[in-house]
């Protein structure tokens, strides 16, 4: 069974920093890209960032381009991401995802339907 914890939301104000992580138990995670997504009340979720399996190779969100960055350590079965100059709009719920397929290095799917696996979420908010 394959389970997603995220950690590190909270409540900062503009300009700060977070990192969120996500742990992975049940398969082998370095088989595997990773993602993270997020969604704000009564919007739909969305895309924000994901990294393939050796991690070499992102993907993010146009809006969250040169402000974040996502990253993983295979060796503890966790992907991270790190999120700097916060802004109010950056204030969501946020998710970790795991496809279903295992594929290239180069894999890095960013479309919702890609994701078989989800977390919890863990709560961002940022205040002005």
């Known amino acids: 069974q394959v389970q997603l914890v995220e950690s590190g939301g909270g409540l900062v104000q503009t300009g700060d920093s977070l990192r969120l992580s996500c742990a992975v138990s049940?398969?082998?995670?370095?088989?595997?890209?990773m993602g993270w997504f997020r969604q704000a009340p009564g919007k739909e979720r969305e895309f924000v960032a994901a990294?393939?399996?050796?991690?070499?190779?992102?993907a993010y969100a146009d809006s969250v381009k040169d402000r974040f960055a996502i990253s993983r350590d295979n060796a503890k079965n966790t992907v991270y991401l790190q999120m700097n100059n916060l802004k109010p709009e950056d204030t969501a719920l946020y998710y970790c995802?795991?496809?279903?397929?295992?594929?290239?290095?180069?894999?890095?799917?960013?479309?919702?339907?890609?994701?078989?696996?989800w977390g919890q979420g863990t709560q961002v908010t940022v205040s002005s």
């Open positions: 990294i393939g399996r050796s991690g070499v190779h992102t």
């Open positions: 995802a795991a496809p279903l397929v295992s594929a290239s290095f180069a894999y890095t799917p960013a479309r919702l339907s890609e994701y078989r696996y």
């Open positions: 049940g398969r082998t995670f370095s088989s595997y890209a």
